[in-house]
């Protein structure tokens, strides 16, 4: 088992910027992929970052404004945003796999384990 625990999430006006910080604990060691998912009211989840195996993945709508790295001495996963729009508010969950399928790495919202989630609002 894999235990998620984001934060950093909060209120920004557009054009600011926000780190988000995802502590795992648990059985950590097996996890290969490690990535962020957001969900704004009304709309389907949306991948929008993910790492592991030596590679990254960002959606497009994000490219050149938000960042995914990894702190693996404390298990710890980040997500540097940068250039926030009000479109960005969401919730934005934390997901880890144990799985290596290369299929898998920008298939987010599949990904085993999530976090409880924190918020994202953008002010235009």
């Known amino acids: 088992q894999v235990h998620l625990v984001e934060s950093g999430g909060g209120s920004v006006q557009a054009g600011g910027s926000l780190r988000l910080s995802c502590a795992a604990s648990?059985?950590?060691?097996?996890?290969?992929?490690m990535g962020w998912f957001r969900q704004a009211p009304g709309k389907e989840r949306e991948g929008v970052a993910a790492?592991?195996?030596?590679?990254?993945y960002i959606t497009d709508s994000v490219k050149g404004r938000f960042t995914i790295s990894q702190d693996n001495a404390n298990n710890t996963l980040y997500l540097q945003m940068n250039s926030l729009k009000p479109e960005d508010t969401a919730m934005y969950y934390c997901?880890?796999?144990?799985?290596?399928?290369?299929?898998?790495?920008?298939?987010?919202?599949?990904?085993?384990?999530w976090g409880q989630g924190t918020q994202v609002f953008v002010s235009s």
């Open positions: 997901a880890a796999d144990q799985r290596k399928g290369w299929w898998l790495l920008p298939r987010i919202v599949e990904y085993n384990y």
């Open positions: 648990g059985d950590t060691y097996s996890t290969y992929f």
């Open positions: 790492t592991g195996g030596g590679t990254t």
